[in-house]
């Protein structure tokens, strides 16, 4: 066997062994995914110079942390007109890379799942360095974009790979998504935007939770895995509270609406900032 071939195998049985563990670890270990991105500065405000954050980080590599499912990943990223970008390859790139490149970007391939995610609930944490920004991944449908920002991923994968890439296959896997990570918007925003649907599982929940009014908010969940307390001191009995984040809460067995707000003007609890 080639020694390609059994350094990528190798590496094949490193990254399935980790999948599980290192979800308790405070970010990702290299290309291994990781937990909750914990430490470092946090930024909420919404505008970022984007140019200055990622000065000198050469490849533009980010630690990339969804807030639904709360996993996180490294992963490459790209400043384009002021805006940061977060390709998600499907096809368009791992399989024009040389081997062995090719063998192990296959294999995470295999296994992402993180774009599916970051579609329904787009809230992330991204960490460059020491610092952590909360944004809102936001999937880029205009097709004039999109067809510049593949130029542009093609160009810095070439640069990475010290190689040309071949060409572009015309069989599936051949897509690339690319998420711009716009800033958070406010709950009164949300609230404002919530599509019809959604307000209708809304008004469901408060009439479940009782009329909620500006004062304390109290629930416990039926199976007692946790209690929701919103003048709570503690952000532990929140957390454990596994049932509840900041923009859902579930009652029982089923949630009523994806990330559905339940009055979320009114509501007020605190979470762990990096739970957010």
Not at 91 to 107: K, N
Request: proline share 8%; charged share 25%; hydrophobic share 40%.
């Amino acid at each position: 066997m080639r020694i390609d071939r059994v350094v990528a195998l190798a590496f094949a049985l490193a990254f399935m062994a980790t999948l599980g563990g290192c979800s308790f670890f405070d970010g990702p270990t290299g290309p291994f995914p990781g937990g909750r991105l914990r430490t470092g500065e946090l930024v909420s405000e919404p505008d970022v110079d984007w140019a200055l954050a990622t000065r000198d980080v050469e490849p533009l590599f980010i630690e990339l942390q969804l807030v639904e499912p709360p996993r996180s990943r490294t992963t490459g990223a790209m400043v384009y007109e002021g805006q940061l970008y977060v390709p998600c390859d499907l096809g368009f790139l791992w399989r024009r890379a040389p081997a062995p490149a090719r063998w192990v970007l296959h294999l995470i391939y295999v296994f992402k799942r993180w774009h599916e995610d970051a579609s329904e609930d787009g809230r992330v944490v991204v960490r460059i360095r020491d610092t952590r920004y909360r944004r809102q991944a936001v999937r880029v449908t205009d097709p004039e974009l999109v067809a510049k920002l593949r130029t542009r991923v093609e160009e810095e994968a070439e640069k990475m790979l010290g190689a040309p890439l071949g060409e572009v296959p015309t069989d599936d896997p051949n897509d690339i998504w690319f998420f711009r990570l716009d800033p958070r918007p406010a709950l009164s925003d949300l609230s404002q935007s919530e599509p019809a649907a959604q307000q209708g599982a809304a008004a469901a929940g408060r009439r479940a939770l009782g009329e909620v009014g500006p004062g304390p908010v109290r629930a416990r969940a039926p199976d007692g895995a946790g209690a929701f307390d919103s003048n709570a001191d503690s952000s532990e009995g929140i957390r454990n509270a596994r049932w509840a984040d900041v923009w859902r809460i579930r009652l029982g067995p089923q949630v009523l609406a994806p990330h559905t707000l339940l009055d979320a003007g009114r509501l007020r609890w605190n979470l762990p900032e990096a739970d957010s």
